[in-house]
């Protein structure tokens, strides 16, 4: 809504002589820009709450203070209901982070709401650590400005979504060798899809160490897999493919060599996978960048009060330890270690295993 007023604003100062007079801005009505997602299984949960504005002269000037953006007074309140009853209700905090990225608008500072939510005791049938109730309802109240603006939301959360494979103690193998010949594998990734999801996306996370006269740091690369929407997904299981020529390449690409360096080893490798709601996939896909000459877009907005999106997405995770001395498991196969430390996407990268079943190979730390 802002980003359509500043460009209609520019658009036209383009197209009027320089000695026309008049405004550009015509009737205004400030309305509240809500985006919030809830996740079970974090336990921090953030609300983005802005406004809309329009002013007088430079557009690109406005956008740079923050204080046109926020509301003076804000009470934002979320309620965890099942079977009618309210089980628990948060009443969020604001604090600044400065993790907003450079752009139009002011940065790195930004204003947010939170709530903080307790662990849920321990579920047989879901190992991981859940802060929401899966089965509840949420509900959305802010009141903005002393009820000069009330917007209500309400949400299911996504639930019934699981990585099917690899397991937790099977290896990532990108690389075969037949023969003495070698061939790069792909890993295939899949995933149980029975509950409400819409739309999927899989990452995949690459933890190294860097060890230099400096010290010790442990880093990591994050790789975009694949993504996937609900006409995309053929009955209750669908996967991706992690390629292992892609995988060299974007260690190669993506991490620096540097003298100072003496040697990286890997710590592990962690499955990433996220499922959004129908109205969250709804809500990207419609605020898309347009790329047709025609600027006007639909809005879809379903919180009432406001514009914006109040809604859920799961974040599954599988991580896998560099070495799990119990069952001699691996987060990369051996061929795939080899390859690491010697092939030719990442060989400068001073790679090395530390692995004591290595101990005896020309890629080994020893």
């Not at 002269?57 to 965890?80: C, H, I, Q, R, W």
């Not at 490798?269 to 600027?295: C, H, V």
Request: proline share 4%.
């Amino acid at each position: 809504m802002i980003k359509n007023i500043f460009f209609f604003s520019l658009s036209i100062a383009f197209l009027v002589g320089c000695n026309t007079k008049f405004s550009v801005n015509g009737e205004y009505v400030e309305q509240p820009v809500v985006h919030l997602l809830l996740d079970q299984g974090q336990e921090y949960h953030f609300l983005k709450l802005n406004k809309t504005f329009l002013k007088e002269g430079n557009a690109m000037e406005f956008a740079k203070d923050p204080a046109l953006s926020y509301f003076d007074n804000v009470v934002a309140t979320v309620k965890e209901i099942k079977n009618g009853s309210t089980l628990r209700s948060w009443t969020l905090k604001d604090t600044v982070i400065t993790n907003k990225s450079d752009g139009a608008f002011y940065a790195p500072e930004q204003k947010l709401y939170f709530f903080k939510a307790d662990p849920l005791p321990s579920n047989p049938s879901n190992p991981n650590t859940l802060y929401l109730d899966e089965d509840a309802i949420y509900r959305l109240h802010i009141d903005i400005d002393y009820g000069n603006h009330i917007v209500k939301g309400q949400t299911e959360l996504i639930k019934g979504v699981s990585i099917k494979s690899p397991q937790v103690n099977q290896a990532f193998s990108f690389v075969k060798e037949l023969n003495q010949a070698k061939e790069y594998k792909n890993t295939h990734i899949s995933f149980n899809s029975i509950g409400n999801a819409a739309a999927f996306k899989t990452q995949l996370r690459f933890i190294y160490r860097e060890h230099a006269a400096s010290g010790v740091t442990d880093k990591s690369i994050l790789w975009n897999i694949g993504e996937m929407n609900g006409s995309d997904i053929l009955g209750s299981s669908s996967s991706v493919f992690a390629e292992g020529e892609v995988f060299f390449d974007l260690l190669g690409k993506q991490i620096v060599p540097n003298s100072d360096v003496t040697k990286r080893t890997v710590r592990g490798m962690e499955i990433i996978l996220t499922a959004g709601s129908s109205d969250l996939q709804t809500y990207i896909l419609t605020n898309k960048p347009s790329s047709s000459l025609a600027q006007n877009k639909p809005t879809y907005s379903n919180v009432d009060g406001a514009l914006g999106i109040f809604s859920s997405r799961s974040t599954i995770k599988q991580y896998k330890p560099y070495f799990n001395p119990q069952n001699n498991m691996r987060s990369l196969d051996y061929n795939s270690t080899k390859e690491l430390c010697t092939g030719p996407y990442t060989a400068a990268l001073k790679f090395c295993s530390d692995i004591a079943l290595d101990n005896q190979a020309a890629f080994s730390c020893n």
